[in-house]
């Protein structure tokens, strides 16, 4: 599996490989938006680099004036020369991401988002029976009442356990059930030529 940070570095260079393409403002402007929004996922939005993108363009401005009119006029024209500034940008933002890796969002607080429901739920029984498995530790120096109240709560954690295994076990055959019934509505409505 490609690491994340990989993944950014191909995506950078498919860019620095695309700008050869561009012939027009068009085309180079939204060329540019599309990296920028890969360079904010992957160095942050308020990054550097995102903001050095900013002040990049496909145009340079020249001077003109027209016969019998007064004053100067700025037109904006298309540079081919003006690539480079952007292959440097990229090659600067896959350094950076070389030697910082990418960006963490501090939006993700959730300490448990990449484990599953089932991971968390065993956890969950886990952290349980630890707790009452100490609280029944310390009980055992308390008067004999509240050993049998410690008693009693772990035996309703490991009832709790139980019943999400059961409950586990009645999705389980719920989904054979169901692929069965797909299996069999398939073959009705394709049946088999010989």
Request: hydrophobic content about 35%; glycine content about 6%.
């Amino acid at each position: 599996m490609w690491s994340k940070s990989k993944k950014a570095i191909t995506a950078l260079n498919k860019y620095l490989s695309d700008i050869d393409s561009i012939s027009n403002v068009q085309e180079g402007n939204t060329w540019k938006a599309a990296l920028k929004d890969t360079i904010n996922l992957y160095t942050g939005n308020n990054s550097s680099i995102s903001q050095r993108l900013d002040k990049l363009y496909f145009t340079r401005e020249e001077h003109s004036t027209v016969p019998g009119v007064i004053g100067i006029f700025k037109d904006y024209v298309y540079d081919d020369s003006k690539k480079q500034n952007f292959k440097d940008l990229i090659l600067f933002a896959i350094k950076h991401i070389e030697s910082n890796g990418i960006y963490k969002s501090p939006d993700k607080k959730n300490l448990l988002h990449h484990f599953g429901n089932t991971e968390v739920i065993s956890g969950a029984a886990f952290v349980i029976l630890l707790v009452f498995g100490i609280g029944n530790y310390f009980g055992k120096l308390e008067k004999e009442r509240e050993i049998i109240q410690t008693e009693n709560k772990i035996k309703e954690a490991e009832n709790f356990s139980i019943t999400l295994k059961t409950e586990n076990n009645r999705l389980k055959l719920t989904v054979d059930s169901l692929q069965n019934e797909i299996i069999s509505l398939t073959s009705k409505l394709n049946p088999v030529k010989k």
